[in-house]
T-cell receptor
Framework: QKEVEQNSGPLSVPEGAIASLNCTYS??????FFWYRQYSGKSPELIMS????GDKEDGRFTAQLNKASQYVSLLIRDSQPSDSATYLC??????????FGKGTRLHILP | NAGVTQTPKFQVLKTGQSMTLQCAQD?????MYWYRQDPGMGLRLIYY???????DKGEVPNGYNVSRLNKREFSLRLESAAPSQTSVYFC????????????FGQGTRLTVV
């Protein structure tokens, strides 16, 4: 069974600090990786996608991918209270099956 | 542009009843998905359809059936609902190139009593 693993948290980070979220996956054939944000009672929304090893930056968000270690991370700089949400790591396994981790709850402390 | 539309938004069923959750997308996407979300469990894939006319089991298919009616529509059927199927159900779609992200509907909150 292909798996995506995340620490469920909660992860508490002071406002203005860097939040670091981590994810590992089991299928070495996976080609594309995503981070979704989900507010309570809402649908998941895509915030970052990454396809190749290295870093990808978009505003305050940086996604990092290391395929050799089967590891994906998301850094949120200058954390804001509005960043408080559950962050879901997702993997497209190449056969167009998209599977998710259990999510990490992030709390930004004012 | 509506994106992914699910109906109904809320539903209460009695144990043993059947129902179909409807999903339609207007983005001309090839792939469609059904997930369930339970507290602390993230999103678990029930079934997916990589193209019109094909369906495949996901992580938790037992107790469910699906139909890919056409390119736009993908329905999820519970033949005999059980309390363990109480959950929030999300439909999603993607372009289906094997490297694309999923876009989600607003979810259906289902309670089986």
């Amino acid at each position: 069974q292909k798996e995506v693993e995340q620490n469920s948290g909660p992860l508490s980070v002071p406002e203005g600090a860097i939040a670091s979220l981590n994810c590992t996956y089991s299928d070495r054939g996976s080609q594309s990786f995503f981070w979704y944000r989900q507010y309570s009672g809402k649908s998941p929304e895509l915030i970052m996608s990454i396809y190749s090893n290295g870093d990808k930056e978009d505003g305050r968000f940086t996604a990092q991918l290391n395929k050799a270690s089967q590891y994906v991370s998301l850094l949120i700089r200058d954390s804001q209270p509005s960043d408080s949400a559950t962050y879901l790591c997702a993997v497209n396994t190449g056969d167009d099956k998209i599977i998710f981790g259990k999510g990490t709850r992030l709390h930004i402390l004012p | 542009n509506a994106g992914v539309t699910q109906t109904p938004k809320f539903q209460v069923l009695k144990t043993g009843q059947s129902m179909t959750l409807q999903c339609a997308q207007d983005m001309n996407h090839n792939s469609m998905y059904w997930y369930r979300q339970d507290p602390g469990m993230g999103l678990r894939l029930i079934y997916y359809s990589a193209s019109e006319g094909t369906t495949d089991k996901g992580e938790v298919p037992n107790g469910y059936n699906v139909s890919r009616l056409n390119k736009r529509e993908f329905s999820l059927r519970l033949e005999s609902a059980a309390p363990s199927q109480t959950s929030v159900y999300f439909c999603a779609s993607s372009e289906g190139r094997g490297d694309t992200e999923a876009f989600f509907g607003q979810g259906t909150r289902l309670t089986v009593v």
